[in-house]
């Protein structure tokens, strides 16, 4: 099966990371005004966990698989235009407005050249 994911998709997923991280700082300024045995706890743990799943590029051990990580295997997969290598859009046009084939969906005209008037 072809992967059909977007540049959009993928923008929106990069600002969904960024948006856990907002309020995982919060979260995380919430538990640090609590015992300090749960801060160490939640620090240890649930936070350390989610933190290094997000990017990898935190305080805590592990870069395994991180949603991060994730957002780049998804960019490759984005479908390149045949004419021009921009991204598609999520109705399979072309983004790019230059390019021949931005009125023409590719899955319309999969090889052929766009009709130019």
Known sequence: MTPKVTAAQ???FR???????????E??????DGPRITYERAKAYPLGHIYSSLDGD????????????????LED??????KCGSPLDEDQFCTDETCPFHEISQ??????????S
């Open 58 to 73: 935190s305080e805590y051990l592990g870069e395994n698989c991180t949603l991060d990580a994730i957002a780049d295997e």
């Open 10 to 12: 993928v923008k929106r």
């Open 77 to 82: 997969a984005v479908t390149p235009c045949k």
């Open 107 to 116: 899955d319309d005209e999969p090889d052929t050249e766009p009709k130019l």
């Open 27 to 32: 979260a995380k300024g919430i538990i640090r």
């Open 15 to 25: 600002e969904i990371i960024g948006e856990i991280k907002e309020l995982m700082d």
